[in-house]
């Protein structure tokens, strides 16, 4: 039985998407193993995406952000299930985060210096991402800029480490047999993770 807590978060805003059932079965089978798990799907919170006065004025959070980051501080690990768009991440994520990973919450900044502190530290993630085309040609060819954001620029950058990625696509045209496989895979994920 596992002792770990971990939070799912999905991205995608289609509660009929490959993520949304994705997002569901890897909660459902870490779950088994005992472990504490939460599950955020983002389309279901009622939050306003823009942080309309950046970081020189706190936009006060949203009952669900109050949550969501009660949530995020208390897990171990944190599983982020989107989908590239535009090679990044959709509006709903990257405003969630936004809103969240604020300074003074999830880093500090040292006064009169370039460093900072990384608030999140102790915690891991993993990041699971669907294509529209093949993972190589999004890496090597595009150079995976919504990988490197999620995974090098926010959470490592906030101390959350190691973070593996996975990434399947293409998604576009897939026949049901590959998408039931990418479900199953993402099962097997759950229980790695959980080890």
């Known amino acids: 039985m596992s002792t770990k807590s971990i939070l799912v978060i999905n991205g995608h805003p289609n509660p009929d ?6 997002a569901n079965a890897y909660a459902s089978e870490a779950k088994q193993t005992g472990a504490r798990v939460e599950l955020l799907h983002l389309h279901q919170l009622q939050f306003n995406m823009n942080l ?11 009952p669900d952000l109050e949550i969501a980051w009660q949530k995020i501080k208390e897990a171990d690990h944190l599983v982020w299930i989107h989908p590239v768009w535009w090679g990044g991440l959709p509006a709903l994520m990257k405003g969630f985060i936004d809103r969240l990973f604020l300074p003074g919450f999830a880093f500090k900044y040292r006064e009169n210096s370039v460093w900072w502190d990384k608030l999140l530290s102790g915690k891991t993630a993993r990041i699971i991402c ?66």
């Open 17 to 22: 998407s490959l993520n949304y059932a994705m």
């Open 52 to 62: 309309g006065g950046g970081y020189k004025q706190r936009t006060e959070w949203e």
């Open 130 to 195: 669907t294509l529209d085309q093949p993972y190589w040609y999004y890496r090597w060819i595009n150079g995976a800029p919504g990988i490197y954001q999620l995974k090098k620029m926010t959470l490592e950058f906030c101390g959350i480490k190691p973070v593996s990625v996975t990434a399947f696509g293409p998604v576009r045209n897939a026949p049901d047999k590959k998408i039931n496989s990418m479900i199953e895979q993402t099962k097997r994920l759950a229980l790695k993770d959980i080890r």
